[in-house]
Each structure stands twice: as C-alpha cells, then as structure tokens.
C-alpha cells in the first residue's frame, strides 16, 4: 500500500486541481506525495454516498458491524511498517509510541466488535399491552436506539492514529451504525491516506454500501466548514483547539437543522498535592510529574498544565525536584511548526507574566523541538488572573501554591471544566480528599487518585471528556465503550406488527439481545 | 391550600412590585388574585439557592430521593378539588381531563422513583485494576452518571400539570438530582402556585435543603432569557413554540459556559392511511381521526395534523366521513386567547392557500373556541409548498393525496423531524408498510400503528421526541423514564480509595446497585 495523495470518495480515488504537501516533523523537508485538497464538491460527493449508505449500514446485524470493525483492524495492521514510518516522519513521534498507539487504535476497533456484539448499545425496552388496563388499555410499546446517521470525524494532530481517521470518533461512529466522513489532518496526510485505505478495503470486504466511509484531505477551513454545514452530516466529532471546535459547534447550530457536535476543546488537567503525599514523597513526585509533562513532548489533552498544593516546605522540596528534572528535560520534537510556535508564544506569556515566577527551564531544542518549562503562582495570583489557567498546549505547567485549606478549596471551586483531575493522597489525607472529591468530580470528566492523567485506559469505565470548555457536551465520553452512545438516538415503535419490526425488536429476538421487559433486564 | 400570587423562591414567599392577572379561559374574565412578576433579581436568588443546594440533593440515596419524588405525589393529591377547579377555570380544559392529567402527573412521579430506586440510571460500570497487565497494568476504573446541577423548567400550556409546574421535565430532574427552577406559564398562575407549594411541602418534610425547588412565574420574555443565562442553571427543559424554544436554544449557546436544552418545538405527526386499511374500513378511520383531531380542541403536541393516503375512492370515502365528523365538531374553549388567534390565522392561511382546498368546518364557536377545519392536497402540491406543512396548533388538520406508491414514498422522504407518525395498516399492507417504516423511523420519535398519535403513555419503552424540528435534541425523550437521562453524565474514577468512593461506587455496593463489571452487567 502506497500513499498517492487521492481523496478517497467511497471506492473512488479522487483529485483536484489544487494540492498541499507534508512535511517531515523533524527536518522540515517536504515528505511524500503532492496531496490533493479536498473542497466543497468533495464534501458533497461524500456526504451524499455517506447518506445513501445510512438506512443499509444502520440496518447491518450486530455480527456483521463487528466484523466489519475487526476486519478494519486487520487492515490497518496488514499495512505493516510502512505505517509506522509514514507516521513516524508526519508526526516526529517515536517509533515506540506510535507502535503502542497502533495497537491502543486496533484494540479499539476490537473493543467496540464486542461491545456492538453484547448489544446492550440497542437498549431493547419493551412494555409488552396490557390490554384489560382501566381506564385506557396500554398499547405495546418497544424502544430501541438507531444511529443519527453519517457523521464528520475531524482528527486530531497529536494522536495521528488513535485519534484520528480510525480514531476513536470513527469507530465509536462504525459501532453506533453511522457512516463517516473523515476530514484528514494535514500534519499527517500520508498516515491519514494509508489508514483511510484500509478502511476502504473493510468496507469492500464486508459487502458493505461504498459510502459508509470517505476520507477528505486538506488544508482549508472551507473544507470543515462545508463539511459541517452539509445537510446529510448528523453529527460531528472532533479534537483539537478551543477556537477551532468552537467554531464548528456555532455552525452545527447555524444550519438549517442543527446537529450535534462532540468537540474535545482544551484542559489543564489540575493535579492536586494532599499534605500527607507531599511530606512522605515530595521528590519522587516531582520526578514522577515531570516525566508525565514532558512524554511526547506535553502534546497530551490530558497534560498536567496545573499543580496545586498547600505552600511550604513540602512543597519547595517538590518543586527543587520537579525543576531539577525539567532542566535536564530533552527537547522533543513537536508535531507540527505551527504546535510548535503556539507552545514558544504560552511559554513566553508565561515568562512575561509578573504573577507567575519561572523556576525551571528545559535544555534549549532546535527548531520545532520544545522546551519544557515550570512555573510557578500563588493562589491568589492565580485566582486573580485567568491567563494563567489558560491551556499551553506542551511540556508547560505552573505549580499554584495555597496558603490553607480554604484557599486550596477556594481555588479548586473556581476552576473551569477539565478533562481529568488528579489527587495525590495518603490515608492521612482522606479527610480533606473526601471534601475535595466532589468539587473536583464536578469539574472533570475523569478524576484519579496517585497516578498522572496522561494514559487513557480504553475500556468500558472510561470518560475522556467533562465539562465545557473541556468539551462542547459533558455528557459524552470520547474514550471508551460509551462513545458510541453519542451517535444513536431512541425510537420507540407502538403497536407495530412483528412482521414488519426492526429485528431488535421482534418477539422471537433473532439477535439474541439483552431486554428490558415490563422494566426488568432479561438476559439474551 | 390558597393562591396568593406569590413568587416561591427556596421557603420564602417573595412579591415585586409587578403584577400580572390570570383569566378565566371560557369567560376572559380576571381569575384569582394579582400575581406577581419574578425577574432578574429572583432568578439570581432562586439560581443561586439551587446551586447551593445541588450538592446535597445530587448526593441523596436512591431511597430518599425516590421517597421525595413520592412525597411530592401525595401533597399533589392533597390539594384536592381546588388544584381541578383553579386549572378547569384558567384552562378551559374539563374536569375529565384534568382529572385524568393529574393521574397521570402523580403516577409519573411514581414511576421516577422506581426508577430511581432501580438504580440503572447511575450505570455503575467497573473495569478492575489489572496489575500485572502487559505491557501496562490497568487502573482500577469505575464510572457512575452524575447530575448536571440546577434544570431551569419552562412549562408548556396545554398540559398545566403533565407538561407544567411538577411535569416530566421537572419529575425526571429531581429523579436525577438536579434542582429545579420553574418559570411558572402565565395562562395558569394559580394551578402552578397550588403545585409548587405542594413541590415545596415535599422539600421541607423529606429534609432536603430549600434550593431543591422555586418557582418564578411571571409573563415577561426577560424573565425566561435571566433564567437560561443565569450561570448557575446547568440545563434547560421547555415545553412550547418553536420560536420560544428556539430563542432559548441561542440564547443558552451563547453564555460563556453553553448548557444543553431540551426543547420541544413542534409537530404535525403525519398518519399514512395505507391501501388495505383504507379499503376495509374508509369510514371508521375518518371517525376515529377526526376524534384523534378535535381532543382537548386540537391542543396537543402530537395532533394529527398531516394524513397521507394513495388518492382514489376510499381516499374519497376517507375525506366524507372526516368532513362529516368535523361538521359537526363542537367547538371547544382554547387555552388563551392568543393561541385561540393563532389558530385563527392558521387556518386562515390554509383557506387562503390556492393549493389547499378546504374540505370541512366546524361548527362556529364564541369567544376563544376553536373551530375544527379540514383541508385537502396533492402530494405535488404538498411537496411544493412548504407553507402546507406548518404546524397549526389547534383542530385543523391537511390530508394529501398521492399518486402512486412512488409519490406516496417521495413525499414521507421531504417531511422534517416529527414526534410521531402513524401508519394505518393490514396484512396485506405489510410490503408497502415495511418499505416506509424505515423512512418514517428516521424522521420521528415514535411510530405507531393502528392507532393514533394522541395518548402518550408514560412508561419505559416511550419516546417523546424527535429530530429538529420536533425537539432541539433528537438523543432524548421527554416522557417516560429514560428522560431523566437527559440530567446526567459521566464521571469516571480511577484509583480511587474505597474510603472516600461515592457510595454507588464502593466495593461493598451499599446501595445494592445493578452494576457492570468488568464488561458484565450483575445484579444488585
């Protein structure tokens, strides 16, 4: 499999009269094939086959979506190193990391394969008549979820794999039985192409209708933005910056039928220092933090950008041993010059900020690498001046010293949505956890006890998602089994003859579903 | 219990120096004493005491939450006589139904607080910790719904208890824990004081804080606008116009911290009267629809405003026996005189419109009764003419005539989201009846047959809603118990110390909860 630059439309390579080029993370040289932009003509095409696919792609039985998901998986592993080297070069990440991302993206198809296959998702409701029922007989009545139809995935920079075009958005999208239009990256069009490929060749190898899935490449934001305002697009799902999801999310709400918008937008992920972890480990935190701040060059939704704890000399020992490792810190390379540019401009406002003190700075990169930098506030400064709390995407953090208790809680009751929230604790400390706890649970989508937000567990607990303006809905998680929730809406079906019933909801149950009958779960 | 015209913010009985007056529907005459007008000043007090009060209520057992909601059944039920007389007078509407509406209002608190005990709703999900997983060990993860915080409630007026003060909105907030705010409807003042005060009573002896509950009534456009804007009202349930729903939509996107709204808009709910259950029996059916259409003088969100049929002679049978039975529909008190006008204009546009030829009146009424009214189309015209298929809130109601099986399937393929459609149907309809109930599905919150849209069961399998323009929010319903969901969301906790776990998270499970484990679903 090589990458030629197409806009994948269906089963159609496709070019236009306009391209754009990636770059190597690391030299800055061009890397691969001219791309071709994909515009407005694109985004129709593809929406249009995305919804004439719907009604067969929503309709597929549980075993043959999960199939599908899993057969998507193999693809994307048969594409082999060359995977790996496109993505390594587009994104400047490590061969390491990007090897385990591969594996966190096909564990991902997977997961959702069996969780489509449970069929718990459908949420079978049914409250068979009660015909005799005084003094209005009850009709039968059978709800189960459907899919909202195609959806626009945009990926994100920083996960070049698991978080975009076979990301979690998609598969959650596949899982939920909607078609996807993708909006490729393009700090990894190569990586993008090769992956959209795959997907393409389990869309064919299924059987399935060419438009469960497209993939648009391009540079503009006409492209997203007639992506979003297409009328067959029925929901969106993105990360990446507050003002560029913002932006999708005002003109999901513009359109003729608004739609919703799942946009992961920014977070600082707040870690909270409790006394007694402070005074038994203040160094080995410190180390532990930095290593958390600075892996994959702070480029992390879930970076820790916030520390807080009560001041002293706990603190100062924490901080001395977090500044030592930070000054040893080796620059990395950042996905893109642009990311790149962004951190030097947070950092620097930092620097220049009177309130925040820099007590650390990394070793000096060259060009796009970063360099990790700590700061240092008190409370009230940062109470008082909301710039610090804004996100720097990288290894940037400030460490906010409280002068008692209720500062410390004072200070946690004014944070905006997170992402995550992290308490470090001892058994010394569960009773000021215990009344930390639900101002933090408040605030976040995640909150973790003794370790660090960075590492996103995959599974069926998992929230990576929270209030605004960690995200534009916090109800929704973006990681996990529950994502796919995002894209289905309840139908309930009254009185309608077996015969003609989707066959979730037939008597006989053909797909072997978990029930709820007359308000009691029945297993298959 | 007496009305007092009282604002009811947390215990206090609060007045401004602005009043309004309730009316009599069927006389227009002033009823009950000067009301007054909450604003701003009472939001900011009542928003401010239910955020106060959101972390204790969000933290009450299942037990005691559901025996509130109970409580609030029985103090309903306490008010007796007078709560029927005071909304037969501002409503218009007859003993019979408002009787009935009670019933239903006390049983679908009812119902919430066995859900509530139930305890699905907090979807329990752990993943245990894996230690020794390679190449990471997994963290212990646990994830349980939480509430949003304060619901602001604007009440519809055609259903003032069902829809109104201690409505579905209301009922499946508290059954989340969310407080609510009501913005009481200015058509019946007195009804929502009886009931608020009632609300209020099952605050006070269930022992929860007084922020749980307040109750703003008032007929200024500020008033609503303060509400949605306040930062402490965390979402929005609304009952009425799309116009009013839609400008509380924008303004809730545009605070600085946007929060979902649950809006139901409008609806003409479509019945396709398909070939074999027209030809058996034309008659019954334009009986039985015209019952379905003149109910409550046409004033229900899901009114059969739309019915589809194949032209020919039992389409024809159809029509005479409808128009027959709209002839001599007697005309019924509406619920104000503005929408008594706005029915007026409706249907005068109808009779107006070249393309409708109107078919059959009502018998002419006094004051604020609605006449009935009936008009016919064709399809092309239909699909033609947008105007055609405008919501008229009342007794009136379009039947369009199609050509062929073709044209039948390309006009139900142009309808806009609904709440509901209808399919009349026999066996020997099953073909055709299966070819539209995907088309009809993917426009509505509920499809039924062999019946009519009117009658709303409250149950588990119910779905009132649907996609824009029916609600703001296609995910959700309004009625039944799967609307609570609407106030929650997730939280995950990873590592946490038992010690300081929500109870509904605990190892020990101290609230005997349905819970999924390690990717199965255990019960209590």
């Not at 992390?300 to 100062?316: H, M, W």
């Not at 710039?387 to 209720?406: I, K, N, P, T, Y």
């Amino acid at each position: 499999m090589t990458v030629t630059g197409s806009i994948l439309i269906g089963n159609e390579d496709v070019t236009t009269s306009s391209t754009f080029q990636a770059f190597n993370a690391a030299t800055g040289q061009p890397f691969g094939p001219a791309i071709y932009e994909a515009g407005a003509a694109e985004v129709d095409r593809a929406a249009n086959l995305a919804a004439a696919a719907a009604p067969a792609f929503g309709a597929t039985t549980p075993e043959a979506r999960a199939a599908f998901l899993e057969a998507a998986a193999e693809a994307i592993l048969a594409i082999g190193d060359a995977l790996i080297e496109t993505a390594m070069a587009e994104s400047g990440l490590p061969r390491m990391r990007l090897e385990g991302e591969r594996g966190r993206t096909v564990g991902q198809l997977r997961l959702f394969a069996a969780e489509v296959r449970a069929g718990r998702w459908l949420d079978v409701t049914i409250d068979p008549a009660m015909s005799d029922r005084q003094p209005l007989p009850r009709p039968d009545l059978r709800r189960m979820n459907v899919p909202l139809g195609p959806v626009a995935v945009f990926g994100a920079s920083n996960f070049p794999l698991a978080f975009s075009v076979a990301g979690g958005d998609t598969a959650s999208a596949f899982a939920a039985g909607c078609p996807v239009v993708v909006k490729g990256h393009p700090a990894h069009p190569g990586t993008g192409e090769l992956v959209a490929r795959a997907i393409r060749s389990a869309v064919v190898s299924s059987g399935l209708p060419e438009g469960v899935f497209s993939y648009l490449p391009g540079t503009t934001h006409d492209l997203g933005g007639s992506l979003v305002s297409h009328p067959a697009i029925q929901a969106v799902g993105f990360t990446g910056s507050r003002g560029g999801g913002l932006a999708l999310v005002e003109l999901a709400q513009k359109r003729a039928q608004p739609i919703p918008v799942y946009a992961e937008l920014s977070a600082i992920n707040p870690v909270v220092l409790l006394p007694a972890a402070l005074a038994e480990d203040a160094e080995g935190l410190g180390k532990a933090f930095v290593a958390s701040l600075t892996m994959g060059s702070g480029q992390f939704c879930t970076n820790p950008g916030l520390v807080i704890a009560l001041d002293g000399p706990d603190l100062d020992r924490f901080i001395a041993a977090a500044a030592d490792a930070v000054s040893c810190a080796v620059p990395q390379v950042m996905l893109t010059p642009g990311i790149a540019a962004a951190y030097a401009k947070g950092v620097a406002a930092l620097e220049q900020n009177p309130a925040a003190t820099q007590v650390a700075v990394g070793l000096p990169g060259e060009g796009t690498a970063g360099t990790a930098a700590l700061f240092k506030t008190s409370a009230a400064e940062f109470m008082a001046d909301a710039a610090l709390g804004h996100e720097v995407f990288g290894a940037s953090s400030v460490v906010v010293a409280a002068r008692d208790h209720d500062e410390l809680k004072a200070l946690l009751a004014t944070i905006e949505g997170q992402l995550t929230a992290t308490l470090h604790m001892r058994e010394a400390d569960n009773a000021l956890a215990a009344e930390v706890l639900p101002v933090l649970s408040n605030r976040v989508g995640r909150v973790l006890a003794n370790g660090w937000p960075t590492g996103v567990e995959v599974s069926h607990a998992m929230v990576h998602g929270g209030p605004f303006p960690a995200t534009s809905d916090s109800r929704t998680t973006s990681v996990g089994t529950l994502a796919m929730t995002r894209f289905l809406r309840p139908v309930c079906y009254q009185s309608i003859p077996d015969a003609i019933l989707p066959p979730a909801l037939q008597d006989a149950n053909p797909w072997h579903l978990p029930r709820r009958i007359d308000g009691t779960w029945v297993a298959a």
